[in-house]
């Protein structure tokens, strides 16, 4: 089960990221996504505090989205990770490739070039 | 030749015809002889009794007859058993309306005062008349026992028995008028007769027109009756002594019987016509009930079955218009089925439904909590219908549509409609319910099938044997979770000491996941023949996977080459589960923390830059555990996961033991760590020990 919830906040959309990132909730993840590109947000921030468990496939929905993040020059990033999900992300490799905060303040910080 | 006789009811039918017109012919033939012989004073000799005694067989045989025929027609309506009785009536009346013409015709002549032609015409009268007379007694028992008891069957048994033995009380000489036996037995049968005629169950199952197809015919049956009765009633006077006439028990029961149970159904059919049309109706609506609950059976599709739903609605409670709105999955806008009415009309009268006061909320006597299942009866006033009634349909406990039921009378709703409705909606509800379970357990039978052919697939894949020397044993596990993963493992051998090795896992499951691994296998079957350096190996198959995996999809990879001459390992890591290595000398176990990428995550030229080739020698009883993170995040109850340091405390406590060996103690720890949690992934794990 997946819960996401998306607000405007400040300078950069904010999406609250809860819950399981299976298989089966991925697709919910990668829709949300998807439409804060397609309304082109140049600020995305992902909080994935409550985000207990990401599978291949969550980590698939943020993986396509790394070579749009580049060529559209957004600021896509993501904060609160546990340290299960953070070590997902880093055997895969996918930490170099995105940018992952440990807190929301370094993140708006990072964003407004403290 | 002979021709074997099979002894058929149709053969007794026959026979016993047969004996009956021999008979009668015998019967003719001695009254016409016994006639001459009186004539000319010469007594034949033959006893009264005699002549009585075959006339009566002639009865019994046409009783036979007749009880054999009906035997055969089992599955004769009402109407066509009446209107047999009412052939069998004008064939015999239309016989004694031509003898009596043909003796008009003649009065006079000589030939009108000829005794013989007399006796033989009466002879045919009386024999035709008592097949009337038997025929009719036979369908009227048929009537009577239709819906029969036990106790019915008993009593009626015993009223045949007592007709066909009166047949020869004949024999015994006594007469109406002046035997008190003869009265007795006669006011006996007549109360038994009244008594059984009060069966007339199968009334009820005539419809309106076939009711008055029976009024007419019973009618005509009567009238036969009574000219029957003046036809053979001879006053005593003129009757000639030897000559038999209405004073047999036998047809004065036959006539009495006849005639009652003529006339009560007579009247019960009349009493019963205004009622009729609601026992139709019944019928009418037990058969609705029925379609719709066989719909199913017919493969109807919901369209249908709401079809049939408002159709029923509307014959049961004499609606005037309706119509069935659903919200259907995958549909946007909503659904109707509307019979005489236009959809300009649905909204006018929906608009005014929401403003009428005058409503009455019933509540569904099934859910009682959830307000969306009332059924509600409103009153309209401006429009052409006066009467609504509004019945939710819901599906698997939620409402899907209403079915709104109009009459142009105020109050044209009652309880009993209600109540009626009711039932047809949720037959309806069962109906849809079943389609659809039907339809998903198809979808899912079909999605199984699938999976099941990606396992298979995905498990061809896998090597069977695994290429080693005589430096390293190699031992491979991996088992399938319900859903299909893509675990993948192989070896490849370069040279006699040189082997390529791989271990990966394909992101997502089901078909697409068999299908990028069947990719991978490709890949690395056709690029390990290249010797490549292991970092070269990775930014080729990541080219090549670039092409050819979804957006979402990625593989993660670690890819080995062993030299056992040299004793020198070469990786590099795509992504995939750190490896974990035993070091014999140090006597620990570690794992390799080079930087990685996932193959297909970065789709260009900069992925080399994400990789890293590392070099390593090993030695005698060093381990090599390859595994996937099936078995690294495998977790239990508690959510906690196994584990890297679990598998390395384990390696280290179990390195003495060989690759199989090793592999059974992690993976029935790994179960006694899970618990009794089903596998949620592929568990796939490679040991290497050298030696």
Redesign the interface.
Known sequence: MIDIKKEQENNYLLIHVEGEADASSAINLDNIIREAFDESHQNILIDCTNLNYISSAGLGVFMSYIEEISTNSVNFILFGLSEKVMKVFGILGLDQLLTIKKTKEEATALLNGV | MSKSFKLTPKFYKRLSLILAIILWLIVSLLDVLQLLAFKSGVDLEISNEASLLLLNFFYVFVFIFYRLRIKEEESGSFIDLLWRVFATGLIATVISLVFKLFYSSISGTALAENEFLKIVSDDITKGIIAAFLISTFIVWKKLILYQKSKRLVISWNAFEWFVIASIFFNLTGYEIDSSLIFNILYGASAIMAIILSGNLKWVAYLNFKQKWKAILLIILITIYIFYFFAELYVPPAESVAFLNSIDSLFFIVLFTFILFYSVFSLLVILFNLPTSSVFERKMEEAINFQRLSQSIQSGESEDQIFEILLNSSMNAVYADAGWIEVNREGYDSTHYINKNIGRDSINQIKEELFKSKNRTVIKNPLSSSDSNTDRILVTLKKSNFKSVFVVPISVQNSVVGFMYLLNEVAEGFNKEMINIINTFASQASISVENVKLMSEAISNERYKEELDIAKRVQRALLPEKLHSNDKFNIHAFTIAAAEVGGDYYDTFQLKDDKFALVIG?V???GTSAAFHMSQMKGIFQSLAQLDLPADEFLVRANRALSECLE????I?LTFFILDTTSKTMEFAR?????TLYFNKSKNEAEYFQN????LG???NDSFKN?IQVNTLKFDKDDILVLYT?GIS?ASNEA?D?FGFDRLKTLLEKNSHYDPVMIQKIFISKLYEFCGSRDLDDDYTMVVIKFK
Do not use: M, N, V, Y
């Not at chain 2, 795509?574 to 750190?578: D, M």
């Open positions: 896992d992101s997502g499951k957006r979402t999809s990625f993660t795509a992504g995939h589960c750190p930087k990685g990428l996932g995550i970065l789709r994400f993170d995040e959510g996961e």
